[in-house]
């Protein structure tokens, strides 16, 4: 029969209100209700005479539904198992979590008077069209009235003409599907709802999956992903993201859905059975759940700060970094190039070559204003060009003091232009504290205390590097860039040894990153003192005092070796696990002869280690050894179980660590490239022959933005503060907004820092939303302590500030977690 879409109507308003009459008398729905005993028997009129299939002990007044209805009269063949599995769940476990449970496939059930006897509804059905317009209003009307709905797998093929129905799901089965049973890997996202809580990371099992018309994620609360790559999806399918089970608030109650339990060997299985249970407790109100947190129309991001002033500098720089202090004000720096009117001097005879402003700018939330608190003379401003022009040297990271609050202190890592040598192309990096005067917002400069510099080539781009992180310590970590040009070497590994300037090479990245004697291309830990001198905390990866090899060639303030361009670094305050991202070098597909295309490179790091570069990247993928006479001729394939240093400009060690492969990485050709290997472990390297391990991100045009692991604070009134769902996870991203990352993602604990694969990814792209008038050039992003999200916009230029330059945050709208507390369902003692 045609149907057309149910709307809303007069009738099904006043079914709504009779029904939430009934149920509050009855003390289902709602906590307001007077009885002493607030979920008696129902009386005579509303008595269902269907019948009990049990009676758990504990005298449990919770109710659940099982409808089973057909609209064909071709039972589907799961419902006997699975109301056998719902009854034993309702069976058993703690005597507060039990329910009855009442099974029909009768839809004259849906009427005001029957349903309000229920706490939930479950759809254990097959598709089609099970109920008129008068039983679909009062099943509208029984969940505005603040009832509870689980649908289970064919459950979204029902109602077809029914608009409300379908938001009620969710999300529609797309045609050309799978129709067989098949294994596949379920990723679990939210790791504290009770439907999925007690889930592994990775969940394999078989089922019929579908795929969907629309893609629901953003709209519900997604709380598990299936993994497509584990099973064949066929021709509709969703791709990464493929939401198998999600919940929502819906109409003035609540709705779950999943995808699984397909098949009746499904209900048969332990962690299957813990899903139900978990979604019941939901939907009944036994437990509370946030089923709030992954929709995108709850959040809010607002820009800050306006454009500047023609000629000024009040509002921002060139964004490179920010950090939010102890007590909210937010901290963010401009590297060094001026706005578009500001003057470029590239000429080495000019004393001024490369000078700008590296500025710093203190945002109070308490008051929305802005304070330019100071400049440093930085050398940074040569504007754009080739690699032997343009400069990414400036004022490069900045960090607060553990004890900011009392003593002021801020940390800034910048090449000073006072400290070029223009006849060599030298300059020095520094690390110096600072105090900043917490009253007015200005930045003393007169009290700079230089902790830490070391020499750096300034004669060829790039790669400086530049954030700055403690752990729980007061240990402070460093990130530097390799300080070093892969344009001499096809854009692949950054490891020819010719190119040089007045004896300085500039091509070679083992001179820097693989150099266990050089600051350069790696992840400083030290100890900063009050006397602003710092030591050497225990457990780095060199102590400066190895003996092997001659000693006099590692350097201690190392804990990290092989990296390319770490700008952004962050610790998990709760772990210590130290995050890190950097940029890859310039190729843009992998070759035979040379090794893997550029890798865009994430890692969670927990130990001191040898990351590779340039030597190998990614899972250890190797690249090929090049040296004098002629670099051009490739030499064998670096081994990384024991990486040499063979270069003509090493003065560290030759025997390196082994290589620790990393968490994340990309390229233009996809998300965790990987090839088969020959009996060496040698990748193939051929584009054809290759694997994508991580199908959520993709490369191009790239530079990653790594970012914070989010940790909640359940003691902060804050109204703006992520909720907890996001508790551990790490956001990662990219400058750029097309297909590149903008995830938060899970690791497993056990192989963390390890090389092991995160077990799961979410989009935050339109959370943090991206496009010309959004976030579209994501230069840093931190949480505040008040659980909100500061993110840097740098802007539509290069190496200067614009009017789209912004400082934004991003707060949470949703509210708590439901049902509210005072409407949990409670039990007779």
Not at 13 to 28: E, F, H, I, N, Q
Not at 405 to 422: A, D, E, K, M
Not at 562 to 586: E, H, M, Q, S
Request: charged residues 20%; aromatic residues 10%.
């Amino acid at each position: 029969m045609q149907r057309t879409p149910h709307r809303r109507s007069r009738r099904r308003r006043g079914l709504a209100a009779a029904l939430t009459a009934g149920v509050v008398a009855s003390g289902l729905v709602g906590g307001t209700s007077a009885s002493a005993r607030p979920y008696p028997e129902p009386p005579p009129t509303t008595t269902l005479s269907l019948p009990t299939l049990s009676s758990p002990p504990g005298g449990a007044h919770v109710r659940v539904l099982v409808f089973h209805g057909s609209a064909g009269g071709d039972e589907s063949p799961t419902v006997n198992a699975g109301i056998e599995a719902i009854e034993k769940i309702g069976q058993s476990g703690p005597a507060a979590q039990r329910f009855r449970v009442e099974a029909t496939d009768d839809a004259a059930v849906f009427t005001t008077a029957k349903l309000g006897k229920f706490n939930a509804v479950v759809f254990l059905t097959g598709g089609g069209d099970v109920l008129d317009p008068e039983q679909e209003a009062g099943l509208e009307a029984y969940m505005e009235a603040g009832g509870g709905f689980l649908g289970i797998h064919d459950a979204a093929r029902n109602e077809p003409y029914s608009d409300w129905f379908g938001g009620l799901i969710g999300a529609r089965p797309a045609a050309g599907g799978p129709t067989n049973v098949q294994r596949a890997t379920v990723e679990i996202g939210d790791r504290q709802h009770p439907a999925t809580k007690s889930l592994p990371l990775q969940w394999k099992r078989p089922d019929k999956w579908l795929n969907w018309t629309k893609n629901p994620s953003g709209d519900v609360h997604t709380v598990a992903r299936v993994r497509e790559a584990t099973y064949k999806p066929g021709a509709s399918a969703n791709g990464w993201d493929h939401p198998v089970s999600w919940c929502r608030d819906y109409d003035g109650g609540r709705s779950f859905y999943t995808g699984m339990g397909g098949t009746a060997e499904s209900f048969q299985e332990t962690d299957f059975r813990d899903h139900l249970r978990g979604a019941l407790q939901w939907t009944t109100r036994i437990a509370r759940a946030d089923c709030k947190a992954g929709i995108n129309a709850h959040y809010k991001a607002e820009r800050l700060t306006a454009p500047n002033r023609p000629g000024q500098s009040d509002q921002i720089g060139e964004p490179h970094g920010l950090v939010t202090a102890k007590d909210g004000r937010v901290i963010y720096i401009g590297r060094g190039g001026g706005d578009s009117n500001a003057p470029v001097v590239t000429d080495w005879n000019n004393p001024d070559i490369g000078k700008g402003q590296g500025q710093i700018h203190v945002y109070d939330p308490k008051t929305g204003k802005v304070t330019l608190a100071g400049a440093l003379t930085v050398f940074g401003n040569k504007g754009g060009g080739d690699e032997l022009v343009k400069n990414e040297e400036g004022l490069l990271g900045v960090e607060t003091d553990p004890d900011f609050l009392t003593n002021g202190w801020v940390y800034l890592h910048y090449t000073p232009h006072s400290q070029i040598n223009r006849d060599t192309h030298m300059a020095e990096r520094r690390v110096s504290r600072f105090t900043l005067d917490l009253t007015t917002n200005k930045l003393d400069l007169a009290s700079e205390k230089v902790l830490l510099k070391w020499p750096v080539q300034i004669h060829s781009c790039c790669h400086s590097g530049g954030g700055m992180a403690w752990d729980s310590k007061q240990n402070l970590y460093i990130a530097t860039g390799d300080n070093n040009s892969s344009r001499f070497s096809d854009g692949y590994s950054g490891n020819n040894p010719e190119p040089n300037f007045k004896g300085v090479s500039f091509a070679d990245a083992r001179r820097t990153a693989g150099n266990t004697n050089n600051l350069n291309g790696k992840i400083l830990r030290i100890h900063p003192e009050d006397d602003g001198t710092y030591t050497l905390p225990e457990g780095n990866l060199f102590t400066g005092k190895e003996p092997a090899e001659g000693g006099g060639k590692t350097r201690g303030e190392i804990y990290v070796m092989g990296v390319r361009n770490p700008a952004r670094i962050a610790v998990d305050p709760k772990t210590d696990i130290l995050y890190a991202g950097w940029v890859g070098p310039d190729a843009g597909a992998p070759s035979t002869t040379w090794g893997p295309a550029k890798y865009d490179t994430f890692a969670a790091i927990t130990k001191p280690g040898n990351h590779g570069w340039p030597y190998c990247m990614g899972n250890n993928q190797p690249y090929r050894d090049r040296n004098l006479p002629d670099p051009s001729k490739p030499l064998g394939w670096y081994d990384c179980a024991k990486p040499k240093n063979e270069s003509p400009n090493n003065d560290g060690l030759v025997n390196l660590p082994p290589v620790t492969p990393n968490t994340i990485w990309y390229s233009p050709q996809g998300g965790g490239v990987d090839y088969p290997r020959d009996a060496t472990g040698v990748p193939s390297y051929k584009q054809e022959e290759q694997k994508l391990l991580l199908p959520w991100l993709k490369g191009g045009g790239q530079a990653t933005m790594n970012g914070p692991v989010y940790r909640y604070d359940a003691s902060s009134d804050s109204k703006d503060k992520w909720p907890s769902y996001w508790d551990g996870k790490w956001f990662v991203g990219d400058f750029y907004d097309g297909d590149q990352p903008r995830h938060a993602v899970l690791t497993d604990p056990k192989t963390v820092g390890n090389g092991g694969l995160p077990t799961h990814a979410e989009s935050l792209k339109k959370i943090i939303p991206v496009g010309a008038d959004g976030i579209r050039n994501l230069m840093d992003w931190k949480f505040a302590p008040d659980g909100s999200l500061y993110v840097l916009d740098y802007g539509r230029g290069f190496f200067t500030s614009d009017a789209k330059s912004a400082l934004w945050r991003v707060t949470y709208r949703g509210g708590e977690p439901t049902p509210a507390a005072s409407d949990l369902a409670r039990k007779a003692e």
